[in-house]
């Protein structure tokens, strides 16, 4: 079993920055592509940023500029930075990964969420 668990979220001023991770955890397992998404109040999941198990991103054009997703494949671990936070951006955020599963000559390839965390900007 693979667990992704987020972490970095809180409240913060327009303007203001906040770095988001997101930690694998488990046995056996590759991380392939991951992505951040996000959810405001009313409205439905948006993608953020992705980026490959090589580190090709891609991003939303609502925060390009102002977001920068990364990973550390040694940590098992994803991350995005966002800098210049608007009240819009105010949303639960989460994270997904494509995930490979070797268990013996078994493998299983799925998608897995994290919990998500709450970001608010507001002055």
């Known amino acids: 079993q693979v667990q992704l668990v987020e972490s970095g979220g809180g409240l913060v001023q327009p303007g203001g920055s906040l770095r988001l991770s997101c930690a694998a955890s488990g046995s056996g397992f590759t991380l392939n592509a991951m992505a951040w998404y996000r959810q405001a109040p009313g409205k439905q999941r948006e993608l953020v940023a992705t980026i490959s198990s090589t580190g090709s991103t891609n991003y939303a054009d609502s925060v390009k500029g102002r977001f920068t997703i990364s990973r550390d494949n040694t940590q098992n671990t994803m991350y995005l930075q966002m800098n210049s936070l608007k009240p819009e951006d105010t949303a639960v955020y989460y994270c997904?990964?494509?995930?490979?599963?070797?268990?013996?000559?078994?493998?299983?390839?799925?998608?897995?969420w994290g919990q998500g965390t709450q970001v608010t900007v507001s002055s």
């Open positions: 997904n990964a494509d995930i490979t599963h070797r268990s013996g000559l078994v493998r299983s390839d799925f998608t897995s």
